[in-house]
Structures are given as C-alpha cells and as structure tokens.
C-alpha cells in the first residue's frame, strides 16, 4: 500500500483556461508571424501529474509568448485532473485508459470508446501540428527527475543541451507496452520533424517537481530559439543515461516485489526481483537498474522498467 505523501502542491481551479483560441478546450497558440519551429508543451498527461499544471499555467498567467515560431499550450486530461481527491491521490491518474499509451492509429481509428480515447482523439491534430514536443510527468515515487525519448540522436541533443533533469531513459525499441504522445504519428520514425521528450521531474505533489518541470518548460522554449533566457552550460559528465531493456506488465493481485522498491535500485543478472502472477521477473543483465515500479499491484498497468547503464 502506498502511504499518502505530503501534498505540498495541489490543483487549482485551471476552468479559466479551458476557452482556448484553437478550438479545442483547454489547448492555447501563439504565433509570432515570424519563421521558426511550432513547440507544444503539455500538461496532464495523467490527472494527478500537477507539476505540468503549474509549468503551463505559468507560461500562460505571464505572458509567455514566442519570438519566432510558434507555441501551443495544453492540458491533456482535465477530466481526471478535476477527479482528484486528496484522501486518494493517486487514483486519478486515468479514468479507463493510460492516455500515454493509446497514440496509435489502430486505437484512436477504432472503435473502442473511453474519456483517454475521446480526449486523444481531440488532441491528435495538436500533436501532429508540433514540431516539438514537451510532455510534462511526475512520479508516484520521490526519485531523482529524468528524462524519457526514443534512442534517436535528434532527442538526446536536446536533452543534454538543456541539462535537466540530469538523468536520461533512452527507449531503443519504443516503451514495450503500448504507444506514448511522445511516439504518435510524424513523431515516431527517424525523419520526425524535431525532439519529442517526456520530462519526468519528481514525487507528483512536491513543490520541487512543480518548480523543476516550470524551469524545464522555459529552458525548452529557449533551447528552440522561442523566448530568450540564460540558462547554466550542464556540467560535462553529470548526465547519466540508462538503457530500457524490459517493460513489465502487472498479470496478477498477488504481484509483489521481492523487497520495497521506490526506482533506482540495482540487480546482478539472474537475480529475482518481482513475482508476477506464475512468471518471475528477473534482472537480465549486471547492474539492472529499475525505474519505476508500481507501488499497487493493478492487473493491466506496468509493473517494472528494466534498464542498464548506457556507456
């Protein structure tokens, strides 16, 4: 059982932004009328992801505008946002879906229906419009913030170059279990238009993670020419970059991990590290570092990434 965290940041009423100018709710444009790249940064992927709240209402509430280009502002899933409650703060992540595993053509062509799949739908021509991309996460856990993109060279430029977070997971084969924003459409291949990155920046309701993803959200629009800003040169050789090897799925109630697990733990290849239904998931190399292991044994939902350090 996860214990409640201290809620140091919680939502507010962001109804005020919900009339936006592109048509579709809770989604905000500017253009500056001159050449340069379209950036998306979004927010509320998952409802209880309030630090993407925070950078968003940030850049809206002072002004933000670009220089050159042009720059969307979203709110993803504001349905499961206003779903919170502080006595359950983690069961408003979704309502049916994952909205960050639902960007394929086969799902969101289908027919199958839910608010994730409605709400996609109606984003699909924002993320297809970008040419960058800022998805704004935090982690149920109070870990060290990181990066997540494809191993493809255009992403990992920008993420060293911004320099936070300071820790990298580079996905060589997509996320192993579904389809994220990050992957959808133009987005997906090795000619994509430009980075498209998750920003995972710390425990969901600590004022730090609210303040880190509002500094990654400015240094991402700097980064791309959008506004000027001063930002620190990263230090060589801080960055750390782990590989994702393995993505597992919970199968069963009785999931459990051989010990607590909060992320960044390590295993020697062949060691145990969870039970999962009648498999047995173990580390499949030397210094198998985890991220990201489910704190509720909910059949359907990820259970474990498996990575290793990238040299």
């Not at 911004?162 to 996905?171: A, E, F, K, T």
């Not at 997906?188 to 498209?196: I, L, M």
């Not at 697990?261 to 590290?273: C, D, H, V």
Request: net charge negative; charged share 20%; aromatic share 8%.
């Amino acid at each position: 059982m996860t214990p409640t965290p201290t809620l140091e940041v919680l939502p507010r009423d962001i109804s005020a932004y919900r009339q936006g100018n592109t048509g579709i709710d809770y989604v905000h444009r500017f253009e500056s009328g001159k050449p340069g790249p379209h950036v998306l940064v979004n927010a509320l992927t998952h409802g209880n992801e309030i630090c993407g709240m925070v950078a968003a209402t940030h850049l809206l509430d002072t002004g933000v505008r670009p220089k050159i280009g042009t720059l969307t502002v979203s709110f993803a899933h504001v349905e499961a946002y206003e779903a919170f409650d502080a006595a359950k703060p983690f069961d408003n992540r979704q309502i049916v879906h994952n909205l960050n595993r639902i960007w394929s053509d086969e799902l969101l062509d289908g027919s199958e229906d839910s608010p994730e799949l409605r709400r996609a739908r109606a984003l699909r021509p924002v993320v297809s419009a970008a040419d960058h991309i800022l998805d704004i996460h935090s982690t149920s856990q109070d870990v060290v913030p990181f990066w997540v993109y494809p191993d493809f060279e255009r992403n990992a430029r920008v993420a060293l170059a911004i320099g936070l977070p300071s820790v990298h997971l580079v996905m060589p084969n997509g996320l192993g279990n579904g389809t994220p924003l990050i992957q959808h459409g133009r987005h997906a291949g090795e000619d994509a238009p430009g980075a498209a990155l998750v920003a995972e920046c710390g425990q969901h309701f600590k004022q730090s993670a609210a303040d880190l993803a509002t500094e990654v959200a400015l240094r991402f629009l700097a980064h791309f020419g959008l506004i000027e800003r001063d930002a620190p040169t990263p230090a060589p050789g801080a960055q750390r970059r782990f590989e994702l090897l393995q993505t597992h799925v919970i199968k069963s109630t009785d999931f459990h991990f051989v010990r607590p697990l909060i992320g960044f733990e390590t295993f020697a290849k062949g060691e145990l590290i969870a039970v999962n239904g009648p498999d047995e998931i173990r580390a499949p190399c030397d210094d198998c570092t985890v991220f990201m292991p489910a704190q509720r044994a909910i059949v359907g939902r990820e259970a474990v990434y498996l990575t290793r350090p990238m040299v």
